[in-house]
């Protein structure tokens, strides 16, 4: 393949990526400090919804890295390669990751959105919930078959 036939998805992987520190930067503290502001009675509650925050975003940038490796195989023609399986694997695992932290969070939202009488906080925590739980299935789903892909060329591979 071209090497330039995946360019966009890599841009736009990128792209995706160049928010999430200025979120983590700038409005993590914000959303801590207002934390603490609501609940001046738990001295703690700053730090463990900062650190809930801070947390996603660690497997996040793993899991953008593991798409741009994939596709870079892509590009080298080793989309159907175990290499790739791998790749799809850890993307999972990671979306699952982020989908644990994020209802692990859900509490502290909860209680941030109830003293501050704003249910749109919760609502928000649970669509960053279910749009990591599909994207975890989307990659399970493309692991799976690209596992019985390679499968199927390994035996192919075999017989001629």
């Given amino acids: 393949m071209k090497q330039g036939t995946t360019l966009f998805l890599k841009i736009a992987v990128i792209l995706i990526g160049i928010p999430v520190p200025a979120l983590c930067i700038f409005l993590v503290p914000k959303i801590g400090n207002f934390a603490a ?73 909860y209680l941030m959105g109830e003293k501050d009488d704003a249910p749109g906080v919760i609502v928000i925590g649970l669509i960053f919930i279910f749009a990591s739980i599909v994207i975890a299935v989307f990659a399970a789903v493309l692991q799976r078959l690209l596992k019985e892909a390679v499968d199927i060329k390994s035996e192919n591979d075999f017989i001629v």
């Fill in 37 to 109: 502001e609501l609940y001046p009675d738990i001295t703690y509650m700053k730090y463990l919804v900062s650190i809930d925050l801070y947390a996603t975003a660690i497997p996040f940038y793993f899991a953008l890295y593991q798409t741009f490796k994939l596709l870079n195989y892509i590009d080298e023609n080793k989309a159907f390669s175990n290499l790739s399986v791998k790749a799809l694997k850890t993307i999972k695992y990671c979306a699952i990751l982020i989908s644990i932290l994020y209802a692990v969070g859900t509490p502290l939202f």
